[in-house]
């Protein structure tokens, strides 16, 4: 047997592929990072939908809107806190938090708006 067929790879060659390795991980973690954060914003505005859906539900039934559901009615994801929601004169407002963030969305429907929602029944989250 000769030797070439034992070489392995040399200490330049294994410090450039921990190199780029570093490089790459650099580049993913950030990114990653912010999917976790984009997928919080979306559960938030996804309850904020449903719940819009519930009160313009119950307001069909009953010619009112409520501050409130029974969570066999309606409940907020895993996380997500609140609502807080409000009766207006002409309509409603409602805000919800997440217990990993300080971000807040918020929902009104009427002529009152609720910060940071701006355009009646599009939710809008604090940036």
């Known amino acids: 047997m000769s030797d070439t067929s034992l070489r392995g790879f040399t200490l330049i060659e294994l410090l450039i592929v921990v190199v780029i390795i570093g490089i790459l991980a650099t580049i993913a973690?950030?990114?990653?990072?912010?999917t976790k954060e984009r997928a919080m914003l979306a559960s938030m505005k996804s309850d904020l939908r449903n719940l819009a859906t519930q009160q313009e539900s119950y307001?069909?039934?009953w010619n009112a809107y409520t501050t409130s559901f029974p969570a066999a009615e309606w409940?907020?994801?895993?996380g997500v806190t609140?609502?807080?929601i409000a009766?207006?004169?002409d309509?409603?407002?409602a805000i919800v938090g997440h217990t990993t963030s300080t971000k807040t969305c918020a929902l009104f429907m009427?002529?009152?708006?609720?910060?940071?929602?701006t355009v009646e029944g599009v939710p809008k989250c604090s940036s």
């Open 110 to 117: 009427g002529g009152t708006a609720q910060a940071p929602a």
């Open 75 to 78: 409940r907020p994801t895993t």
């Open 82 to 84: 609140g609502p807080t």
């Open 29 to 34: 973690i950030p990114k990653f990072t912010n």
């Open 91 to 93: 309509g409603w407002t």
């Open 87 to 89: 009766l207006t004169a």
């Open 59 to 61: 307001n069909v039934d």
